[in-house]
């Protein structure tokens, strides 16, 4: 696609269930990456893809979080049992591979607002 | 891990002005990015820029990478770019770019 798209725009759940966060980057971007932002946190990596699998999980908050990547495109992120303190925006970005010059550069999707009641 | 700050936290500017937007950074670095996050909360991609000076129009950034700051202009400010402006820096992780962010610099352009 032209850009990067997540869905849906806006969430709204209760506390206790789960929710699932979709991510399609940038036709040919083979690396893939979940953000999340928060207003006492500000913009905190979660977990990065390279093709289907994730080398660096680092960023993920507990064992609540999981994220899936199929056929190296599209990205699926599970929030179990959500808490009110995962109200955020999570967001999506997708760069290509490589250490070449601007290959790393990575672009943004308009993310999901999820609001945990 | 790496430090990244930015100055200042808030600005308010009149249209037509210019500005100047400040990154410093704790450790080396593989890339330096500059995002303008709209009202909408969009992440916009500015500029690309690990080392030298970049223009795009109204607006320029330049990294010394060896002294660890990067700088955003803008000129001629616009009631457009308000919102909050990023850097965010590249730790490169198996291939990949895992970006750590500043907390931004609120701007806000008047008339």
């Known amino acids: 696609g032209a850009g990067v798209s997540q869905s849906p725009s806006n969430k709204v759940t209760e506390k206790g269930k789960d929710v699932e966060l979709r991510c399609d980057p940038i036709s040919g971007h083979t690396a893939l990456y979940w953000y999340r932002q928060s207003l006492g946190q500000g913009l905190e990596f979660l977990i990065y893809?390279?093709?289907?699998?994730?080398?660096?999980k680092s960023g993920l908050p507990s064992d609540r979080f999981s994220a899936e990547r199929t056929g190296g495109s599209v990205s699926t992120l599970t929030i179990q049992r959500t808490q009110q303190e995962d109200s955020a925006v999570y967001l999506c970005?997708?760069?290509?591979f490589g250490a070449g010059w601007g290959r790393g550069t990575q672009y943004f999707g308009p993310g999901t607002r999820l609001l945990v009641l | 891990g790496i430090q990244v700050e930015q100055s200042p936290p808030d600005l308010i500017l009149q249209e037509g002005a210019n500005s100047t937007l400040r990154c410093n950074f704790s450790?080396?670095?593989?890339?330096l990015q500059w995002f303008h996050q709209n009202p909408w909360g969009q992440l916009i991609n500015l500029f690309y820029?690990?080392?030298g000076t970049k223009q795009n129009g109204r607006l320029s950034a330049t990294t010394v990478a060896t002294e660890r700051y990067s700088l955003l202009y803008i000129s001629s400010s616009q009631t457009t770019d308000s919102g909050v402006y990023f850097c965010?820096?590249?730790?490169?992780?198996?291939?990949?770019?895992?970006?750590?962010f500043g907390t931004g610099t609120q701007l806000k352009v008047e008339l």
């Open positions: 893809f390279q093709g289907n699998s994730a080398p660096d």
């Open positions: 450790d080396s670095v593989n890339n």
């Open positions: 965010a820096v590249d730790l490169r992780i198996a291939g990949g770019n895992k970006l750590t």
């Open positions: 820029i690990p080392s």
């Open positions: 970005a997708s760069s290509l």
